[in-house]
């Protein structure tokens, strides 16, 4: 329910709360990848190949949904002051040092102990075991922040893609989703973690969906602004489409959860 009022809040609000969070959440990766280098033993290992081409396949296929969330901004370039190049230059840097933070998490990752790695929340348990329980503490509630934060994109951003595609006002279409939303926490009380698995698929198939949709109808948006020079930005937006429905594809035949 907190999640619903803050997107039903101007759109202006939901947005400096997600900054906050999210420079908070930075704060705390940066605190765990010097936990990490401090106590990897050879973190520059970590940069070789450890299997083989089918399993490194799989996971770049889970790792590319980090820059299909990543794209979830684009849904509010319509309102950003300053239009494309304000989000051009916002992306731009925000993944320049996002980029950076997670590399200097990451690399040393590879490099802890498996059963810290394999934790559920494996931030939080290499906190526990390297450094104290008040940094792990932070980094697990850091790591419900980052996903509550998400949660909190994807339905702004269904909304707006909900008003462009069939005409209805953003916060009816907000309002509209908000009650299966509201419903189905409800619901997940009974059983938490099996709703989550449960909800898990849909939640991708739908975010897949939206991005697919958007990437479909770039081009005929692109022709209305460049009569001869929409082609080759449509051969690439059809590719991205390519891409959305692959992973699609993907999460409805579970191979993005195995």
């Not at 280098?37 to 290992?45: E, F, I, K, R, Y």
């Not at 320049?96 to 590879?110: E, M």
């Not at 930005?233 to 390519?242: M, N, R």
Request: proline share 6%; net charge neutral.
């Amino acid at each position: 329910m907190a999640i619903t009022a803050l997107v039903l809040l101007r759109v202006t609000v939901a947005a400096a709360v997600l900054l906050v969070s999210a420079v908070a959440q930075l704060g705390l990766l940066l605190a765990l990848g010097v936990v990490e280098l401090s106590n990897a033993p050879q973190p520059a290992d970590s940069l070789a190949p450890h299997v083989g081409a089918g399993p490194l396949f799989d996971g770049a296929l889970g790792l590319s949904l980090l820059f299909v969330c990543a794209s979830l901004p684009l849904f509010f370039g319509g309102e950003a002051r300053g239009g494309a190049r304000t989000m051009r230059l916002a992306i731009l840097a925000a993944f320049c040092v996002v980029s950076a933070y997670l590399l200097v998490v990451a690399v040393p990752f590879a490099q802890m102990p498996p059963e810290l790695r394999s934790a559920e929340i494996p931030g939080m348990a290499i906190a526990e075991a390297y450094s104290s329980h008040s940094l792990a503490v932070a980094i697990g509630l850091g790591s419900a922040v980052s996903i509550v934060g998400l949660i909190v994109i994807e339905f702004l951003a269904l909304g707006r893609l909900a008003h462009y595609v069939l005409g209805v006002p953003v916060r009816g279409a907000l309002a509209v989703i908000a009650v299966p939303f509201i419903a189905v926490d409800a619901i997940s009380l009974i059983n938490p973690e099996g709703i989550y698995e449960s909800l898990l698929r849909p939640a991708l198939i739908a975010l897949f969906i939206a991005q697919g949709v958007v990437f479909l109808a770039y081009p005929l948006y692109r022709r209305t602004l460049d009569r001869r020079g929409w082609i080759a930005p449509s051969v690439v937006a059809a590719l991205a489409a390519a891409l959305m429905f692959y992973g699609l594809y993907n999460a409805i035949t579970d191979k993005l959860f195995t």
